[in-house]
């Protein structure tokens, strides 16, 4: 169980982590997402929100690579869908991790799921919309750096509460 928790730290970092050289991504995300649904996989037994969690990563690993073919108007429609999926395979895994903290008695870690799936869904809605209102004004740059990092942040705390449910839960 602990390796499954694992595959989906490794998973999304592997997400996150965007780095490239001369716009080829080093790190792909593709990849991550598949490694993301193996872990949900293997905890499929545990709720059955990991299974609606690893078929929205593994649509997400095929929308990664459609996105390479897409390109002009389409590809706000692209990015709206595309984070649409994100948000409720987020959903659905701290989900899948709710269940799971409040079967083992950890009403803390259940809440601090509940929270941090609140807050991504929030600050992806806000993210989304913003870029839609405001592509190519120079008055948006600030609100974009503060969305950014606010979300660098919470997925930081998402990947830190993953590791406490496999250090504290999954024995």
């Known amino acids: 169980m602990r390796t499954h928790f694992a595959q989906?730290?490794?998973?999304?970092?592997?997400?996150?982590?965007d780095i490239s050289i001369n716009g080829f991504d080093l790190?792909?995300?593709g990849i991550g997402y598949l490694v993301v649904a193996a872990g949900c996989g293997g905890l499929s037994l545990l709720s059955p929100r990991f299974v609606t969690a690893r078929s929205l990563s593994f649509v997400l690993a095929i929308?990664?690579?459609?996105?390479?073919?897409?390109?002009?108007?389409?590809?706000?429609?692209?990015?709206?869908v595309t984070t649409v999926v994100n948000c409720a395979m987020i959903w659905q895994?701290?989900?899948?991790?709710?269940?799971?903290?409040?079967?083992?008695?950890?009403?803390?870690?259940?809440?601090r799921a509940g929270n941090r799936r609140l807050a991504y869904v929030a600050i992806m809605i806000c993210t989304s919309?913003?870029?839609?209102?405001?592509?190519?004004?120079?008055d948006a740059v600030p609100l974009v750096v503060v969305l950014v990092v606010s979300m660098l942040m919470l997925m930081v705390m998402i990947?830190?509460?993953?590791?406490?449910?496999?250090?504290?839960l999954a024995t």
Do not use: C, N, T
């Not at 989906?8 to 982590?17: E, P, Q, S």
């Not at 895994?93 to 809440?111: H, N, S, T, V």
């Open 27 to 29: 790190l792909a995300d």
């Open 8 to 17: 989906i730290f490794w998973g999304l970092l592997l997400v996150i982590l």
């Open 129 to 138: 919309m913003f870029a839609i209102a405001l592509s190519g004004s120079r």
């Open 93 to 111: 895994l701290l989900g899948g991790i709710i269940e799971f903290a409040l079967e083992r008695k950890r009403p803390d870690l259940a809440q």
């Open 63 to 80: 929308l990664w690579l459609v996105g390479f073919a897409v390109h002009g108007e389409i590809a706000v429609v692209y990015g709206l």
């Open 159 to 168: 990947l830190h509460l993953i590791h406490r449910v496999k250090i504290e």
